[in-house]
């Protein structure tokens, strides 16, 4: 099994790439998850978000994959973007493959719930009557 991949990133995250890094002959299921800025939180409209990352945020990240990937005897990627994106923008990427459906999406729902709730990433919600606040803090 190859390592994990985690990254973060101040750019348009390359999904393709990583589905390259985990996905083997021996697979018979990937699971991506992407994360999509939406234009509401609730009942506030938003126009941007901004994301700001703790300057170990990745390694926090490589810990979450490996493990994940470790746990479940599986390989899996994850990026997370930095910066501002506006909506419609992909935020984070998760890939788990594994040889069966059942096990990549446990996986990779466990994946994200893990970066969610472990990974020193924070966002700034620009809401669209002017406003901003930060969530998650």
Do not use: N
Not at 8 to 28: C, F, H, K, N, S
Not at 113 to 126: F, G, N, S
Request: with cysteine; proline share 4%.
């Amino acid at each position: 099994m190859s390592e994990p991949v985690a990254l973060v990133v101040d750019g348009p995250i390359d999904r393709a790439w990583l589905e390259q890094q985990v996905l083997t002959d021996a697979d018979g299921a990937m699971v991506v998850f992407e994360g999509v800025i939406r234009d509401h939180d609730h009942d506030d409209a938003v126009s941007s978000l901004d994301y700001q990352a703790h300057p170990d945020a990745e390694r926090f990240l490589a810990d979450v994959c490996a493990e994940v990937a470790a746990a479940a005897g599986l390989r899996v990627a994850a990026a997370h973007r930095i910066g501002h994106l506006e909506i419609g923008d992909v935020a984070l990427v998760a890939v788990v493959a594994a040889p069966h459906r059942a096990e990549a999406f446990a996986a990779c729902a466990r994946l994200v719930d893990e970066i969610k709730a472990r990974v020193p990433i924070w966002k700034r919600q620009h809401l669209a009557d002017g406003p901003s606040e930060w969530v998650g803090l």
